[in-house]
């Protein structure tokens, strides 16, 4: 008689998707820190110059290092390049993949299905969209503050990428973590359908708030970049910074 060879289940499907989900949750986390920085200029010109100059090092080494920054950016990119590979996995390739998820969407009304498709959709525009932002803010670095960013976002005409980039970030962030809240069953009560609800009301309200935050950014920045247009490239440096004088 033969003895049954044991077969190794492969893991590798499982190791992928589990550096799927961390690659995803750790960018989402860093977009919630940027939004904190970035909408810091809702608290006025001073306030964002100082973020800035603090991630660059100043206060800590008595002047600017960007490279600092440029590192940040650079694991960033590796995590962002390291999660859209993985998601590729994911994508519907087959033109019967397709119909069989549309069916599933709309004939069936499976509500995730739909909203799945939505992170397909949104995550193959930030290919594009995120892949500009990075490699400006690579190459650039120490041109990061008040005027620099708003030239950037008015005078550059960054403004309608920005638009494009909020709106499709915020829709992926939102519905990839309701959905790896599900998956990995965090906040999971007993009753389980009223989890889902709450959970996705959660995340229409978290999409919602940043959108209106992302939003109300965006509007600053080409406020102060439409102002500061005829002085284009000239850096800001707070007066109370340029006197000495402690703020
Ligand atoms: C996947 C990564 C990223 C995405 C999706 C993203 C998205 C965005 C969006 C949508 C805006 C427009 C402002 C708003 O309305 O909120 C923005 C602006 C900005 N982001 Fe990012 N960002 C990413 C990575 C980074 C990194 C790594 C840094 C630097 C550490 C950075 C620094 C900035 C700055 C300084 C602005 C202000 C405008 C400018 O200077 O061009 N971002 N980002």
Not at 35 to 57: N, P, Q, Y
């Amino acid at each position: 008689m033969r003895t049954p060879t044991r077969v190794k289940p492969d893991l590798w499907p499982a190791r992928l998707d589990g550096l799927q989900s961390a690659t995803g949750l750790a960018l989402a986390l860093f977009m919630i820190g940027h939004m904190m920085f970035v909408s810091s200029i809702l608290l006025g010109k001073d306030a964002m110059w100082v973020v800035a100059r603090a991630f660059e090092g100043q206060f800590l080494f008595g002047k600017p290092f960007p490279g600092l920054v440029a590192g940040v950016i650079a694991i960033i990119c590796v995590l962002f390049v390291a999660h859209a590979a993985l998601a590729l996995r994911k994508f519907p390739s087959s033109r019967r993949e397709h119909q069989a998820i549309h069916l599933a969407a709309r004939e069936l009304g499976l509500e995730d299905t739909r909203l799945w498709l939505w992170q397909v959709y949104t995550g193959f525009a930030l290919f594009f969209l995120a892949s500009v932002h990075l490699y400006v803010l690579l190459t650039r670095p120490g041109l990061i503050g008040p005027f620099e960013s708003a030239d950037r976002v008015w005078s550059g005409t960054f403004w309608p990428l920005y638009i494009l980039l909020l709106l499709a970030v915020e829709l992926h962030g939102g519905i990839g973590l309701y959905r790896l809240a599900m998956k990995w069953g965090w906040f999971e009560g007993t009753d389980k359908a009223a989890s889902r609800r709450r959970l996705k009301r959660a995340k229409w309200w978290m999409t919602g708030v940043f959108l209106a935050l992302g939003f109300a950014t965006l509007a600053a920045y080409i406020r102060i970049g439409i102002e500061h247009a005829p002085r284009q490239g000239e850096r800001y440096v707070p007066a109370w910074y340029q006197s000495g004088e402690a703020p």
